[in-house]
């Protein structure tokens, strides 16, 4: 069927066949010829990204593993010597197991940085991208978050050498200057402390300047017993060594003194009274009750024995009452008993006027 003449192409439109094949054999031989001269390279950079991948997810792999088994083998420990006679003294669980996985925490996140870290510096290489203006723009980015962030590091960093230092730990009864009390839990950042009274302390590691701990080793109970200077100190002192002897063969002291009670002289002599010190090495944080109960047997054995402690009941010969002197009762004089006296005359009315009175 013959078409239209105005639907026909002119012969200016029809593009010339023979070049534009030419070109797409052009082109297509120059993309093939660019791949077959790359195609190693390309292969090459492929295989060392994957490799690097790989090894550094093995590395990770193998180290938070290593990590995680250091910690359970901790805490195993922690918990075969806390069935021990001495266990509960020496190690707390809890303590051990906070301070275990705080440490492997920090381990396990730094061990992550830094393997991934090399590991996308040395992808970035091997595509050949320049990493000095990254590593300038990351050193100029941590200063300035260092700056900025400078409270929340230090705390950051106080709390990592805290708890490996095993400065502090759960149950432990510490001073830290801002706030006193017994430790409650131990984070990277903050230490939670419960006060005497009850309170919740938030303390800031980085804020932690000293730190007291009345809760490692051991610790010293001290009495001071105040008598009469008259008292026989021998005596005193055999009423004292019965008192540490028995109190020692008793539960749960016996535990609870870790050594003997001494005494250790005078403290102080003066005329009413003198005071003898006594002391005691006792489990860490249980001096108190070791002392209010020393003070308790021996006020006891000092009734028992005759002993008088100042502030008791008074001796019999201070009982008795003192002559009564009989000028106490006599007023002193007043010069107002005599009437001749100048301050009896001066108290005496004035006498009217002898003249007439002139009135209105």
Known sequence: MPWPAALLPLAADVPDAPASVKEAQESVTEA????????????????????????AAVIRSAVRKALTKLITRMNTSAEAVEGTALGGLLVNAERRRQRSEAIGSVLRSVASFLILGTAALMVLAALKIDLAPLLASAGVAGV????????????????????MEDQYGVGDKIDAGVASGEV?????????????????????????????????????????????????????????????DAMAKES????????????????????????????????????????????????????????????GA???????????????????????????????????????????????
Do not use: C, H
Not at 279 to 300: C, D, H, N, Y
């Open 32 to 55: 093939a010829s660019f791949i077959e001269q790359n195609w190693a390279t390309w292969l090459s950079i492929g295989l060392r990204i994957l490799l690097i991948v790989v090894i």
């Open 184 to 244: 409650i839990e131990v984070g990277l950042r903050v230490t939670k402390l419960r006060g005497d009274n009850g309170e919740i302390w938030y303390v800031r590691n980085g804020e932690i300047k000293r730190i007291g701990n009345l809760s490692q080793g051991w610790a010293t109970a001290g009495v001071d017993v105040q008598v009469k200077p008259s008292e026989n100190l021998s005596r005193i002192r055999e009423v004292v060594k019965e008192v540490a």
């Open 314 to 360: 008074p001796a019999p010969e201070e009982d008795e009452e003192a002559p009564v002197d009989p000028s106490a009762s006599v007023a002193a004089p007043s010069a107002l008993a005599n009437p001749a006296s100048p301050q009896s005359l001066a108290t005496a009315p004035i006498p009217p006027p002898a003249g007439p009175r002139i009135t209105k």
């Open 252 to 311: 749960p002291w016996d535990e609870r003194l870790w050594g003997p009670v001494e005494v250790l002289g005078l403290d102080e002599v003066l005329l009413a009274s003198m005071t003898v010190k006594v002391s005691a090495k006792t489990m860490p944080g249980q001096q108190f009750a070791v002392e209010r109960e020393l003070r308790w047997r021996i006020k006891e054995s000092f009734d028992a024995a005759g002993i008088r402690i100042i502030g």
């Open 144 to 163: 300035a978050i260092g700056f900025g962030a400078r409270n929340l590091v230090t705390d950051f960093l106080s709390g990592v050498f805290m708890i």
